[in-house]
């Protein structure tokens, strides 16, 4: 028998470099290097070892072998979409959001029908600001044969944005943003936030209240001081919901630093007349023995 062609065999290792990344083994990426050190010089083996490279968050490989692909790339090359697709990832990885949305744009314009791409650009024009433009790319995916659930799902949210946008743009009541930042959250928590920071100006109380939960919330893992202020200022509200919920995240963040605390927290969240809730706290206030 003889050997089996590199290329095959470098095919062959990119497939169950694939494997392993999407089971987030280690050696996942070792497959991929292998793959590229017998086909150099192949724009399809270089361009899914980026992608893969990406997905096993090796950005700056990823950067390398896209670089590399684009030099040996012919114009007529098939996967031009998916260069065109991790480049404006990695570009969005830097905070150039307008050069990756083009790059986004184009991947999609080549190949509405690849799965992913109508979902990220569609994702990506929401936070920017382009509800309009994001149910577009929505409604283009799914006429071009890509309906997949997440792409529905998404396409359902945004459509309850655009009425929460404009029931807001038309009366900016503070009722009215709560909902639009409750839905924006979801996908664009950036702009969520802005408009939970508005509320929290010209919100009547029990509207500051939830504000400051929500805002809470978003940001407990990414700033976890402003989230304990926010926590602290929906502890004031009249709603008894309110602050057993506030006091139960307080307490959860600060367990593992101040467990003397959390177990007071724990305590008034276990009154909460949030049945749910009230039965964490007492989980919590036993583990605590």
């Known amino acids: 028998m003889g050997a089996v062609p590199a290329d095959a065999e470098a095919d062959r290792l990119i497939r ?28 399809d083996i270089l361009v899914r070892a980026a992608s893969l490279s990406f997905d096993n968050e090796r950005y700056e490989r ?36 307008d050069e990756a949305l083009q790059l986004l744009q184009g991947a999609f314009d080549t190949d509405p029908a690849r799965r992913g791409h109508g979902y990220t650009l569609a994702i990506e024009l929401l936070r920017a600001g382009r509800t309009r433009d994001a149910r577009a790319v929505v409604a283009q995916a799914r006429d071009s044969g890509a309906p997949d659930e997440d792409l529905l799902r998404l ?38 936030r802005a408009v939970f920071e508005s509320v929290l100006q010209t919100g009547d109380g029990g509207q500051r209240a939830i504000a400051a939960f929500n805002l809470g919330s978003l940001l ?18 009249d709603d008894p919901e309110i ?28 009154q909460s007349p949030d049945a749910g809730v009230a039965a964490l706290a007492r989980e919590q206030l036993a583990a605590l023995g």
């Open 243 to 270: 602050r057993g919920a506030a006091a139960f995240n307080l307490g959860g963040m600060l367990l593992a630093d101040d467990p003397v605390q959390a177990r007071g927290f724990f305590e008034q969240a276990s």
């Open 155 to 192: 396409g359902e949210h945004l459509d309850a944005i655009a009425v929460a946008e404009e029931a807001h743009a038309a009366g900016e009541e503070p009722a009215d943003a709560l909902v639009l930042a409750d839905a924006l959250s979801v996908f664009a928590p950036e702009r969520g």
């Open 16 to 43: 169950r470099g694939a494997e392993l990344s999407a089971a987030g083994a280690p050696e996942a990426q070792e497959l991929l290097e292998q793959a590229v050190s017998l086909a150099p010089e192949d724009p």
């Open 220 to 237: 407990d893992e990414s700033d976890p001081a402003a989230a304990q202020r926010y926590y602290e200022q929906a502890m004031a509200s």
């Open 62 to 97: 990823a950067r390398e072998l896209l670089v590399r692909a684009r030099e040996v790339a012919t114009p007529d090359f098939d996967l031009v979409p998916t260069m065109a697709f991790v480049g404006g990832l990695l570009l969005l990885r830097e905070g150039r959001r």
